[in-house]
Nanobody, 124 residues
Framework: QLQAYGGGLVPAGGSLRLSCAAS????????MSWFRQAPGKEREFVAAVHRTGGRITYTDSVKGRFTFSRDNAKNSVYLQMNNLKYEDTAVYYC???????????????????WGQGTLVTVSS
């Protein structure tokens, strides 16, 4: 089970840190990711790390502003979001997938475990 939290209302240019806690599973054994879904739009990839760690993959629109991290000791992953923009407004979901290959790291279909989502609203 995954539980995401930390969303809220923030002005443009502000920051938020999202957290995702895993229970009943060891997050270190999974590829972990963040996706988001804006109103009226499809779910889109934000960032992910492969099970083996190492390189973190980001979608282009958040590079340089968002930072993905994981703490295996706390069985958690985080998304530090800086310089938020209005277009970052969305429900953010964390997801975990077993056996996700690098070429599929940004594909939502590769993930079998999803958190409930946390709403991030950026005011312009």
């Amino acid at each position: 089970q995954l539980q995401a939290y930390g969303g809220g209302l923030v002005p443009a240019g502000g920051s938020l840190r999202l957290s995702c806690a895993a229970s009943g599973m060891s997050s270190s054994r999974y590829a972990m990711s963040w996706f988001r879904q804006a109103p009226g739009k499809e779910r889109e990839f934000v960032a992910a790390v492969h099970r083996t760690g190492g390189r973190i993959t980001y979608t282009d629109s958040v590079k340089g502003r968002f930072t993905f991290s994981r703490d295996n000791a706390k069985n958690s992953v985080y998304l530090q979001m800086n310089n938020l923009k209005y277009e970052d407004t969305a429900v953010y979901y964390c997801a975990a997938g077993a056996g996700v290959i690098l070429s599929a790291i940004s594909d939502s279909r590769a993930y079998s475990h999803w958190g409930q989502g946390t709403l991030v609203t950026v005011s312009s």
